[in-house]
């Protein structure tokens, strides 16, 4: 059982702010070598605590081993090795051309740091999704504190001591507790503010953010639907969605939070999912419960919020076809199957954010794409087609903060693509460049030399040169 994590007074976070807030002139002025070297200090201080991390994901969640490697450590180790070889590119300033107006001047663009940023973290990835921003954060040359979750109280202090370890309070500092300090944190004048979390408490935090006139980033969720057509490999898709969805016990934005199978390969899309389920972790009830390789609940109260949508879903007609499956002393859920779920249903209208994973039926493209736009525009949709026409239509017809074809959650590790949400299901994106920029102000910088085309334009506007700028004008339209 872990200890509760120890609660600041707003003292010391005020002071921890003005701190920061002096010191960040300084690090607005640091070079590629400076920042360079702090990545790399945090490089090392992930790879020293490797095992560290891994336990305490282990005690939060009761994560896999693989799975911690791969979404917590390799992920983040990844983004520090994207960043370092391209990080002098992306702060060089941007040469931009003007029109002929403006002719003897030059632009560019100048990326400087937001100043001091805000990052707070969820406790489904409670290391990867605060240490990941840090790296966009460090690179644009930021003061940053960090706010783990409370949830995850062991990766809460993993973090606190590995960024105690790395850096100096003043550059980049950990503040640990619960909603309380949270409050306490908004009520800073942050310059920006990367939030990873519901879509309830992405409101409060852009409420909080607009009394400063703070920019935000906001990963939220919602839900990401899985279309499979006609035309989709079926045990393809059937791995790859119980991968996507069951890993972390359902517990991750990305997941998928339920199926669209058109009606001709229903049968076969519920016998693959089935088959998958066995193979990954047991063929039945019991071997399912005990396998190490399937993760726990987070906490007592998102256990109870799951059976419920689970029960309220069963007693309105929805089937389990497999799992169904709840111990509340082990904060078990089963990996669950339901067919016969309507959408009116509590388990269609909010993020399951679990391991229950509603499979409806649908009889064309337009229907599927009208389910998908009936609620609000998810984080992320997978498509399964060899079809190319109904992908383009799927495409066309519903927006998504992202969209996988043939697989579930890997642009996740993709670096060259942005991860992030649309409407209520995010604001703004991060991962390589575009993080870097999401931490960056873009400020364009003019440069005028002689001779001046804006002489042609000084009052009193008569004569005949001003009738000369008359014609310029027209010509240039």
Not at 37 to 56: D, K, Y
Not at 101 to 112: A, D, K, N, P, Q
Not at 460 to 468: A, D, S, T, V
């Amino acid at each position: 059982m872990t200890t509760p994590l120890a609660q600041p007074a707003a003292s010391d976070l005020a002071r921890l702010f003005e701190r920061q807030r002096t010191h960040a002139p300084h690090m607005a002025r640091t070079g590629v070598t400076e920042r360079r070297e702090r990545l790399r200090r945090l490089r090392r201080a992930i790879t020293g605590r490797r095992e560290a991390i891994v336990t305490a994901l282990h005690a939060d969640l009761c994560r896999p081993r693989i799975e911690t490697e791969l979404t917590e450590i390799y992920c983040t180790l990844a983004e520090i090795d994207h960043a370092l070889p391209r990080l002098a590119r992306w702060m060089r300033p941007d040469r931009v051309h003007g029109p002929l107006l403006l002719f003897g001047t030059t632009g560019r663009i100048v990326h400087e740091p937001r100043g001091v940023v805000l990052i707070m973290g969820p406790w489904n990835y409670p290391f990867a999704l605060v240490v990941n921003p840090l790296v966009a954060a460090i690179s644009a040359g930021n003061c940053v504190v960090l706010k783990p979750s409370e949830k995850a109280p062991a990766t809460s202090r993993v973090i606190r001591d590995l960024v105690a370890d790395a850096f100096d309070p003043a550059e980049v500092t950990v503040m640990e507790g619960g909603p309380d300090v949270a409050r306490a944190l908004l009520e800073q004048p942050f310059d920006h503010i990367c939030f990873t979390g519901s879509t309830h408490l992405g409101r409060v935090v852009m409420a909080a953010a607009a009394k400063h006139l703070a920019t935000v980033t906001l990963e939220l969720g919602g839900k990401c639907p899985a279309v499979v057509d006609a035309s989709a490999d079926t045990r393809a898709a059937a791995e790859r969605i119980v991968l996507g969805k069951f890993m972390n016990a359902g517990q991750t934005c990305l997941a998928p939070d339920y199926v669209l199978v058109h009606e001709q390969v229903a049968d076969a899309l519920l016998a693959a999912l089935g088959d998958t389920l066995a193979r990954f972790y047991g063929g039945d009830e019991r071997t399912r419960a005990a396998s190490p390789d399937f993760g726990r609940i987070v906490d007592a109260q998102h256990f109870l919020r799951l059976r419920t949508l689970f029960e309220e879903a069963v007693a309105a007609g929805a089937r389990a076809v497999t799992g169904g499956r709840f111990d509340a002393a082990a904060r078990y859920v089963a990996p669950t199957i339901l067919t016969g779920v309507r959408p009116g249903m509590a388990v269609m209208q909010e993020e399951i954010f679990g391991p229950l994973l509603p499979v409806l039926t649908y009889r064309s493209t337009d229907e599927a794409v009208a389910a998908i736009r009936a609620g609000d525009k998810p984080l992320a949709m997978y498509v399964f087609a060899r079809d190319g026409r109904v992908t383009e239509a799927l495409l066309r017809g519903a927006s998504a903060g992202a969209t996988v074809v043939n697989n579930v959650g890997m642009h996740y590790f993709h670096h060259g693509l942005p991860f992030g949400g649309v409407g209520a299901s995010g604001l703004g994106a991060y991962h390589g460049v575009y993080g870097f920029r999401a931490f960056s102000h873009a400020r364009p910088v003019l440069r005028q030399y002689e001779p001046a085309l804006v002489r042609f334009f000084f009052p009193p506007y008569r004569g005949r040169l001003h009738e000369l700028a008359r014609r310029v004008l027209r010509l240039l339209e």
